[in-house]
Antibody, heavy 120, light 112 residues
Framework: QVQLVQSGAEVKKPGASVKVSCKASGYTFTSYYMHWVRQAPGQGLDWMGIINPSGGFTNYAQKFQGRVTMTWDTSTSTVYMELSSLRSEDTAVYYC?????????????WGQGTLVTVSS | DIVMTQSPDSLAVSLGERATINCKSSQSVLYSSNNKNYLAWYQQKPGQPPKLLIYWASTRESGVPDRFSGSGSGTDFTLTISGLQAEDVAVYYCQQYYTTPDTFGQGTKLEI
């Protein structure tokens, strides 16, 4: 069965960077795009960007441009999301979400989420 | 960016009754070339990631009970839950995927 397993919670200081991983299993890793979506405590969903693990195409939301980098490792079926210059407003649960094949911006499977806390 | 606005922010419905959640987009999400509305609904229970319920405004995802239905076109959409069950308590989000960035509504909290 499809599974997306994310790395554990992180606590970072303002100005630092964080790198969250998302290990996929149960399907052909390179056949599906992957998204990252974040959710601040008690808030709604905020789309961050998309990566194609076959070829490396990425598209980031403008609000994260220059601070976010999405990468992948085919050998381990893992995608990564790195966010730099962290500020307190980046405190959130970060989710990876697999895109459906019928259209690349619908999410059919999600990781369990990774809580990133930014605090001095 | 397309702004998605849901109403109400929260609602309480009795077991077995009908719940209706509305979603309005700041511009049309109907793609004329294929006549599809690029609008989805997700359900999120506490401590869990969202779950896809409905896409193309009215197509139920596999495994989603038929008490969940979606309707609407253009800029105005509705999620209806008929015969509310206790396990339907959750926050519901609409999402437009007509254009990037994908944007979500602020969420509607459904309580019994």
């Amino acid at each position: 069965q499809v599974q997306l397993v994310q790395s554990g919670a992180e606590v970072k200081k303002p100005g630092a960077s964080v790198k969250v991983s998302c290990k996929a299993s149960g399907y052909t890793f390179t056949s599906y795009y992957m998204h990252w979506v974040r959710q601040a405590p008690g808030q709604g969903l905020d789309w961050m960007g998309i990566i194609n693990p076959s070829g490396g195409f990425t598209n980031y939301a403008q609000k994260f441009q220059g601070r976010v980098t999405m990468t992948w490792d085919t050998s381990t079926s893992t995608v990564y999301m790195e966010l730099s210059s962290l500020r307190s407003e980046d405190t959130a649960v970060y989710y990876c979400a697999r895109a459906m094949l019928i259209t690349t911006h619908l999410f059919d499977y999600w990781g369990q989420g990774t809580l990133v806390t930014v605090s001095s | 960016d397309i702004v998605m606005t849901q109403s109400p922010d929260s609602l309480a419905v009795s077991l077995g009754e009908r719940a209706t959640i509305n979603c309005k987009s700041s511009q049309s999400v109907l793609y004329s070339s294929n006549n599809k509305n690029y609008l989805a609904w997700y359900q999120q229970k506490p401590g869990q990631p969202p779950k896809l319920l409905i896409y193309w405004a009215s197509t139920r995802e596999s495994g989603v009970p038929d008490r969940f239905s979606g309707s609407g076109s253009g800029t105005d959409f509705t999620l209806t839950i008929s015969g509310l069950q206790a396990e339907d308590v959750a926050v519901y989000y609409c999402q437009q995927y007509y254009t990037t960035p994908d944007t979500f509504g602020q969420g509607t909290k459904l309580e019994i």
